[in-house]
């Protein structure tokens, strides 16, 4: 038997952190791809440390939903999960290429697969663009729109900033915007002078965060000038400095985040078989059936 265990970080303070971790799951759950399907999380049950222990599989596939290589990838889940020989160097990664590691599971006989984050997959590229179709409403945009991928910046981190720029560029490269910027929360370039970094008449702006939460939903529309106070709400787009702001809200939300998470395993040698393409198919669905 296999098993895929979903991790996240959760909050004891937002409900809405969990969200995306359950939805993904039940998703992937969906397309048989895996005899088990598990969500565990750092900050609400069920926790990293007891997740394993609920599995009847031997062989498990571990994807950390987070947004990039750090302190909890590197540190808290290998610690909680007991994966003693666990080193980060084995990933050999510059922090953005982590892709995996098999490793025994210290008080459970079971191999453990533990995968590189879903926010430096290849792959979130193309959610972060499918994020803004769904925002828009626009299946093209060409170089009348510009796309802002925002992150938070963090000195505690350095990786933080660089998958913001590593998939900024990815989508630079495929020609699909006009222009593309990485901006962020808590170091320059800052998201408050978004319009500064853009000739375009229209921006998308898609906060390349897990889930929905204070950043998202008070902090970054209130920084961009969308509200004075965010418990007013806002349109989408709203007209700021002269252009229109699309703002999209957090890209783990999208419903083709679902297809990262499988790849990770599928990368590690999960044996998914077409559940990629089915999980795609249905994914897209949600987001045609969202703006009929």
Known sequence: MQALVIVGHGSHLNPGSSEPAYTHADTIRESGAFDEVREAFWKEEPSFRNVLRTLESDEVYVVPLFISEGYFTEQ????ELRLG???????DSDGTDADHVTLEADDVEKTIHYCGPVGTHDSMSEVIVQRASSVTGREEFGDDFGLAVVGHGTERNENSAKAIYYHADQIREMGVFGEVQAVFMDEDPEVDD???FFDTDDIV???LFVSDGFHTQEDIPEDMG????YRTGYDIP????GHDIWYSG????EPLAADVVLERAADAGAPVGDAVDAVREQTRGANA???D
């Open 76 to 79: 808290v889940i290998p610690r």
């Open 85 to 91: 020989d666990f080193d980060p160097d084995d990933w």
């Open 194 to 196: 978004v319009t500064d």
């Open 205 to 207: 702006v898609v906060p």
């Open 226 to 229: 969308l509200t004075d106070d």
């Open 238 to 241: 709203t007209a700021v400095d």
């Open 250 to 253: 957090a890209v783990g939300t």
């Open 289 to 291: 059936a969202a703006g």
